[in-house]
C-alpha cells in the first residue's frame, strides 16, 4: 500500500444491503458485482506503518488510521493502486487541509439512482448539494487533482463521478 492509493471496502449492514438493491434496479453491473463496496478512502500518509486514510463519511470528511479503520468497516477490502508514482507529500497536506471537516453527502444513494434514470434518456441532473462530498466524489476529485483522473470523468458522462464506473476501470489493477 502507498500514498495516493484508494481503498474500499465491502458493503455490509442493513441500511447498505437496502440501498445496494435499489441500485441494483438500475444498474446491471453492479447487481453482479462480487465485492459491492460500502465506502471509499484515499491513503495520504503514513504514521509508521500504519496507513492514514481520508475519507467521506457522515457527517464530515476525516483522516483515520487505517488500523482504527479496520475495526470500523471490517477486514474486507481491496487496495487500488491508481497511480504508477504517488503524489507529492506537501501538495497532498494541502490538498486534504482545504477538505478536511467538509460535509458528507447524505443523499449520495438517491442522487446516483436519479441519475442512471435521467442518463439513459441522455439527461444529465445537477448536482445540488454541490459543496458535499460522497466518498467516491472525494476519491475522483483526488485523482482528477492530481493529475489521473478516471477515465469516464474526462467526457463528463456524468455530472458526477459514479463509484461502479471506478471499479470497471480498476478491473486489471491488483
Not at 471496502?9 to 438500475?26: A, C, D, E, H, M
Not at 494541502?94 to 441522455?122: E, H, M, S
Not at 478516471?150 to 467526457?155: R, V
Request: proline share 7%; glycine share 6%; charged share 25%.
Amino acid at each position: 500500500m502507498k500514498i495516493g492509493d484508494i481503498i474500499s471496502w465491502k458493503g455490509r449492514g442493513p441500511l447498505f444491503t437496502v440501498l445496494s438493491s435499489i441500485l441494483s434496479l438500475f444498474d446491471s453491473e453492479w447487481r453482479h458485482r462480487f465485492l459491492k463496496p460500502r465506502q471509499m478512502a484515499i491513503v495520504v500518509g503514513f504514521v509508521g506503518d500504519d496507513p492514514l486514510i481520508f475519507e467521506a463519511t457522515a457527517p464530515r470528511c476525516r483522516i483515520m488510521p487505517l488500523s482504527v479503520l479496520k475495526q470500523i468497516y471490517g477486514e474486507d477490502y481491496r487496495v487500488y493502486p491508481w497511480f504508477d508514482k504517488s503524489p507529492p507529500q506537501k501538495a497532498i497536506d494541502a490538498w486534504v487541509y482545504n477538505r478536511l471537516g467538509a460535509l458528507y453527502d447524505p443523499l449520495v444513494y438517491c442522487w446516483t439512482i436519479l441519475q442512471y434514470l435521467f442518463a439513459k434518456r441522455n439527461i444529465c441532473i445537477p448536482r445540488i448539494l454541490n459543496d458535499r462530498y460522497s466518498c467516491w466524489e472525494l476519491a475522483a476529485e483526488f485523482c482528477n487533482d492530481f493529475g489521473k483522473p478516471w477515465n469516464y470523468c474526462i467526457g463528463r458522462k456524468h455530472p458526477y463521478p459514479m463509484i461502479n464506473e471506478f471499479l470497471k476501470e480498476c478491473e486489471g489493477i491488483k
